[in-house]
């Protein structure tokens, strides 16, 4: 059984920063890629950020250059730290892995950019 917990979120004045963590159990963590989603009220699920098990990294346009996507292998945990945060960053934030036709997601934490 995997779990994943995410933790970090709050309210932040937009420039901020925050560091989002999501803590896995199971086997699987070492060998998969981690992904960052986030859902806005209103607006689709998408894709934030992605680490394979070799760390290659991918993010989509809208945070380049200001969210780094990361993970520590020994603690089975992927980090998200978004600085220059802006309110359009506000959402939902959930963590997600795949296996096979599986899909893991954690409960999801609230980012909150104020202007």
């Known amino acids: 059984q995997v779990q994943l917990v995410e933790s970090g979120g709050g309210l932040v004045q937009a420039g901020g920063s925050l560091r989002l963590s999501c803590a896995t159990s199971g086997s699987i963590f070492a060998v998969n890629t981690m992904n960052w989603l986030r859902q806005a009220p209103g607006k689709q699920r998408e894709l934030v950020a992605t680490?394979?098990?070799?760390?290659?990294?991918n993010y989509a346009d809208s945070v380049k250059g200001r969210f780094t996507i990361s993970r520590d292998n020994a603690k089975n945990t992927v980090y998200l730290q978004m600085n220059s945060l802006k309110p359009e960053d506000t959402a939902v934030y959930y963590c997600?892995?795949?296996?096979?036709?599986?899909?893991?997601w954690g409960q999801g934490t609230q980012v909150t950019v104020s202007s």
């Open positions: 680490i394979t098990s070799g760390g290659a990294t």
């Open positions: 997600n892995t795949n296996q096979g036709i599986y899909k893991y």
